[in-house]
């Protein structure tokens, strides 16, 4: 796994493909790509969520999407209620980013294990989904908004800040949407440099080792949970906005086993790789849709498998690590495939 | 009783201490006393309950009874990272270092949770020189020889310029020189920290100890000098008869 003190300068690299790409996109694709873009914008915010807490902070957060779920109903009920878009936004930050610290805080300082975090955040987005799933009746509101069961609400466009009148287009919201992914996605890179960012990886490698220095741990993995929720939230907002509507279905397993593989496929310890990761398995899935020989599951599994057996390092990692070796070609590779050998032990 | 041949503060000290692991008494009844700037070896056989012990001072183990005092205030189940905070290095007898990490990164965490930015920069590049880790120092700590990453642990106690130090087999798995350059560095540090060091290696402790404290099934056995505890009978039946 990478660490955290990588310098800034890949990242603004990224961001500044990303920003060629915002502006580039509208004019050479079609309005239906660019909205279904818009979808998988916001999906690539909730991995990159994941990628910082679980790549980053080594906390496996089985229910990433409970986060985000959270903020796209955070949002829409928000947004009806307000008649506008901005505190809305506001809002869904603020009610995932406050939902993980309280749940964080009573597993973290109950000092529950590793693995139970894992079967405890999995359990609460099951819970979300089938709770939402029974809110059908008329009485089931929160202010003027209907939470409307399983099927879902419908949700109030994005307006400009504090100008209830006007709507973004699709065009807007998909410059809205990439201009967010590339923000937080600098944000994350510059966090992780910074000394908190560099403890969290830190206390991922060893915790007792952080503990012995003087750091207290839990208050580290508590800070990057809540951060990483208040992004999903983030995405959460893109994703209502992209799909127009959101329903209990983003709290179901499907979605949650989803996230850990686009994080797996485009590797731990990267903030980029779980992006691509997000894109590439996005527009695979869209294709596949249009057919009808192969099972979508199916080939998400044998992508799954085949990165866990063969690629287990992910994407991203097993690129920088290739062209580091290139670099250094002597010694370096016998080392680095004693490393390999070492992280799939480790990785089982 | 605090004995009197010493007129230092007391640093450390251990009222009754014990632990139990269910029918096991791995640390008994242990009272001990720690001197400003003294340098003492704990040393008994295997299992006797020297880590055990070394645990409860550190917060890694609540004990089970007996309290432990470490300057003016009580720490008994003290979390690690509050022993630590209160300006203790502490090194564990299985390596505790950040392997997916390099050298640099390793100490610069020690060193910054002390100093602002900038200072921490320097107290990298210093200890760096110190221990003389500039040839790996932007290699990943995992890829290195068992005796390089005791160093590196080493490193990070001294990065963080502690007042009292605690070492848990620095030496064990070390080649020959290496184990001299430990036992140099051990001295070193005690010019300006006291510390309590558990070995096992006899040669390491001559080179390196004043006073030493024997542990026997969890109790201190006796307490002196190298030179009286090696003609003790008693020491030399429990653990000196087949070593040394
Ligand atoms: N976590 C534990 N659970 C049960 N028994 C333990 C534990 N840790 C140590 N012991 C036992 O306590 C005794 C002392 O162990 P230890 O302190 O590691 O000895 P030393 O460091 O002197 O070799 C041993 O008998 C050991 O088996
Ligand atoms: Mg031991």
Redesign the interface.
Known sequence: ?????TGMRPVLIFALIGTVFMFGAPYVLQLFTIINLTTAIALAVLALSLALVWGFGGILCFGQVAFFGLGAYAYTMGAINFGGSTWAILVAILVSSAFAAILGYFVFFGRVSDVYLGVITLTVTLIFFSLIRRTSGPEFKIGIAQIGGFNGVTSPPLNLPWDTSSFLFPEQVFYVAMAALILCYVFCGWLMNT?FG??C??I???E??????????RLYKLGIFTISAGIAAIGGVLFCNGVGRITPDVFNLYNAALTIIWVIVGGR?TLIGPIAATFGLFYLTSALGGQSTLNNNLVLGVILIFFVLLVPKGVAPTITDWVARRRRPRKASR?AR??MR?DEGSNA | MKPARDKRPVIVETQNLAMHFGGVRAVDQVDFTLFDKELRCLIGPNGAGKSTFFKCL?G?LVPSAGKVIIRDGETTGF???EI??LGVG?K?QVP???????VD?NI???A???HA?KRARAVVAETIERLQLGDIRRE?V??LAHGQRQWVELG?VVA?EPWLVLLDEPAAGMTHDETARTADLIKEINTQAALIVVEHDMQFIRMISKQVTVFHEGRVLMEDTMDAISKDKRAREVYLGNRA
Do not use: C, K
């Open positions: 796994m990478t660490g955290g003190n000394h560099r403890v990886v830190g991922r490698e060893n007792l080792r952080a503990e012995l220095l003087g750091y207290d741990s310890g080392r004693r490393t070492r | 550190t890694q979390e690690p990272h630590a905070s502490i564990t505790n270092v950040f392997d997916g990490l390099t990164e610069w965490l020690s910054r949770r002390w930015a990943m995992g890829r990070m963080a």
